[in-house]
């Protein structure tokens, strides 16, 4: 996916800067998530971070079960994740952003062009810990890491 570029350069320039090597793991399909997570294992990765990606949200059950599998602490993109029982996630609050494309469809309701009106960014992000799930991969969640939460699910 043409985002996935974006996504990857920068997450590769942060993991440069703190020393980490970083191993791309690509999904085409349902089919090829056991190969990924099989290779991740192999090549000893420590942990994953899954871009926002249509084929990982719509199959994020399974994606969950294979990192916890595997043994993989995983961070999304999506509370829904973590609310799920994924280990973290942190991204934008889709809840205000359909609250706010309310507010654009009752503007367009009431004839506003729709070309008129402003983008937006999304303003507010959530950093989501799932405790239950570090439980689970016997991982401690340091408490400097906790105070910067948003949520934690217990």
């Known amino acids: 996916m043409p985002g996935h570029t974006i996504f990857w350069q920068a997450t590769e320039a942060a993991a440069r800067k703190l020393g980490l090597a970083l191993q791309p793991l690509e999904f ?4 090829d998530f056991e190969v990924a997570f099989a290779a991740a294992k192999r090549g000893n990765a420590q942990a994953l971070i899954a871009f926002d990606d249509p ?3 719509t199959y994020r059950t399974r994606v969950m079960a294979l990192a916890a ?6 961070m999304y993109g999506f509370r829904e994740f973590p609310d799920d029982g994924g280990l973290m996630s942190y991204g934008a609050n889709f809840a205000a952003l359909y609250r706010r ?25 959530e950093f989501v810990v799932n405790l239950k799930t570090a439980k689970a991969l016997g991982l401690v969640i340091p408490p400097a890491i906790l105070a910067s939460v948003d949520d934690v699910i217990e």
């Open 69 to 74: 599998d595997h043994r993989i602490p995983a």
């Open 101 to 125: 494309a309310v507010a654009f469809v009752d503007k367009s309701l009431k004839g506003a062009k729709p070309a008129d009106l402003p983008v937006e960014q999304p303003t507010k992000f």
């Open 28 to 31: 085409r399909g349902v089919d």
């Open 55 to 57: 084929l990982i949200i």
